[in-house]
């Protein structure tokens, strides 16, 4: 059973960039058939795929957020991360980190998904 938990500040201000790392357990971010997504929910709306981190390391992106987001991970401690610059108060959701068996953008359902962590977007 694969274990994710998401973490970092609640509030970012406008124009900063928002920071969350996604600690994982009960699996390898390395193992090949497993790939690291971020996605998040805004109030009232559906949920939005951001990009994906493979066990290679490789990043695919959304189209809509490709100038303001990066992916990355840290094998030794066994977590990935994300960052969104230029954050705007339309950037307000709530952040899941999930994992699916088999690499894939955009996909309809997750294998394991975090709880989710709040960020609001705000001066």
């Known amino acids: 059973q694969v274990h994710l938990q998401e973490s970092g500040p609640g509030l970012v201000k406008p124009s900063q960039t928002l920071s969350l790392s996604c600690a994982v357990s009960?699996?390898?971010?390395?193992?090949?058939?497993?790939?690291w997504h971020w996605i998040r929910q805004p109030p009232g709306k559906g949920v939005e795929w951001m990009g994906v981190?493979?066990?290679?390391?490789?990043?695919y992106y959304s189209p809509r957020l490709k100038s303001r987001i990066s992916i990355s991970r840290d094998t030794s401690k066994n977590q990935f991360s994300l960052q969104l610059s230029a954050v705007n108060p339309e950037d307000t959701a709530v952040y899941f980190c999930?994992?699916?068996?088999?690499?894939?953008?955009?996909?309809?359902?997750?294998?394991?998904r975090g709880q989710g962590t709040q960020v609001t977007v705000s001066s």
């Open positions: 999930a994992c699916t068996d088999g690499l894939r953008t955009e996909p309809a359902k997750y294998d394991y």
């Open positions: 009960g699996g390898s971010i390395t193992t090949s058939h497993l790939a």
């Open positions: 981190i493979a066990y290679d390391g490789s990043t």
